[in-house]
């Protein structure tokens, strides 16, 4: 059975880092690209990064880009989002997600319907 479960969400002072991981199982982790999203309550969610398959390209949103760092595991079936100067806006829900198609990631923010298996999100408050 596919599982997808984030931890390592919690609030923090602007300026300050968090790091998110997402723990897959239940499919072949290294064949398949795997993202972070967020959402606020009452907005769309939103693409924030994305990892290839092998780990070897990476893709951001531009909100994120230069603050955010996405890394994989193989060997661990863990997907890893290192946040870091985080302000205020970065509020949200924080959601990972497994794409079983191409194993790729395209240019830019990850589009929510490229992606098929959702894990519950962990919540990510920044306070001044």
């Known amino acids: 059975q596919l599982y997808l479960m984030e931890s390592g969400g919690g609030s923090v002072q602007a300026g300050g880092s968090l790091r998110l991981s997402c723990t897959v199982s239940?499919?072949?982790?290294?064949?398949?690209?795997m993202a972070w999203f967020r959402q606020v309550p009452g907005k769309e969610r939103e693409g924030i990064s994305c990892?290839?398959?092998?780990?070897?390209?990476?893709s951001y949103a531009d909100s994120v880009l230069g603050r955010f760092t996405i890394s994989r595991d193989n060997a661990d079936n863990t997907v890893n989002l290192q946040m870091t100067r985080l302000k205020e806006v970065d509020t949200a829900m924080y959601y990972c997600?497994?794409?079983?198609?191409?194993?790729?990631?395209?240019?830019?923010?990850?589009?929510?319907?490229?992606?098929?298996?959702w894990g519950q999100g962990t919540q990510v408050t920044v306070s001044s």
């Open positions: 239940g499919l072949s982790f290294d064949d398949y690209a």
């Open positions: 997600a497994v794409e079983r198609t191409s194993g790729y990631c395209r240019e830019g923010e990850p589009l929510e319907t490229d992606f098929d298996f």
């Open positions: 990892i290839n398959y092998s780990g070897g390209d990476t």
